[in-house]
């Protein structure tokens, strides 16, 4: 295999050379780096001792971890040999100690952090470690799914797990059959979709840990670059875990893009999309400790400082309402994003933009208010 280097934050790792990144033997994104600098922005609010990144390919991700963020002890797990070699030989160079064989398997770095590389299929990783670990992440090829059970049981009870889902034709609709079968959720298509599909990723991780009776509060999460990224709390309890269950719902869309949502069990109306998450997203405290700590470390990718201000600043609101979409599904003209938020401000609502689309506003302003606020422009 031929190595290139590449910095990211504190870490000089090496990545295979290949020409599409899904070539390379061993899985390196760049683009990526976003995902990592804001996960390495939450360790560091979170404070948590021991840490799995329990699909680690280069260990970029794990590396990051042990030398940026407190955290005492970092496992990195691969099943892939080839990774586990490249993670053995990255481990060495950010270390700068040598390591030792601990099993078959299992190599620990024992420096200023403890380091532990480790070569197995992760299901069999977390299920050898219960109720270890304080952070937990997963960062897979398409659905965290297959691996959210034994997740769930290897983070401690009152853990942060934190899941990537790159699977957005599933979450999205596009793929209607297959989020049935992995989310047993019915998705949406259209400007709502990718709202409703990071709802539908958390929803299932709320319902996968209630059997657990372990509640589930939202920390942060987001839509960005064809991923979905949550962090999730856990709260022990089966009191905890009604009350997630409880902020569980359904959304109804109409062909004028006017929509509705409910918490419940079951759907009162057909049709309607879910179940999803109807909670907040954020949590504003630790999304402004992970900005305020942004001054003190160094980011890799030159949007992660503009993205995490404009979570901080989006009204929290389950949906939004894309401009372009309701002109469009309305036969009207529209204005500049910002002239709309104005416009309903102006009549006492409040209005932001928000990130899942550049085009689309989060607003407490019923549907006919946004709608006359898109007229008013003309
Ligand atoms: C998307 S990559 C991880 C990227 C990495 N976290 C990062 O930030 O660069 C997914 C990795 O999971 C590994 N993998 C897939 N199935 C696995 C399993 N069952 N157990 C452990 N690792 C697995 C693959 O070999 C691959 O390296």
Redesign the pocket.
Known sequence: MEFVEVREGSARILVPKAERIYDAP????PV?ALN?DVSVLAVSVIKPERVL??????G??GIRYALETPAGEVWL????ED?FRLILKNARRNLGVEGEMLGERRFVFRGEKTVVANHD???RLMAEKFRYFDFLDL???GSPVEFLDTALRSVKRRGVLAVTATDTGVLCGAYRQACRRKYLAEPIRGELCHEAGLRILIGTVVRYAAKYDLGVEVLLAYYRDHYFRAFLRLRSGAKKADRSVSMLGYLMQEASGRFEYETGFLPERVPSHGPLWLGPLKEQEFVEEMLTLTKEKALAHKKTLSFLETLAEELDLPFHYDTHALARRNGLQVGKLADVIDALRETGYRATRTHFSPTAIKTDAPFDAVIEAIKSLK
């Open positions: 061993v899985f390196y994104n990526m990592r990144d329990a699909l680690s390919a280069t970029i991700r797990n691969d099943i892939s990774a299929d992760a299901n960062d897979p090829f």
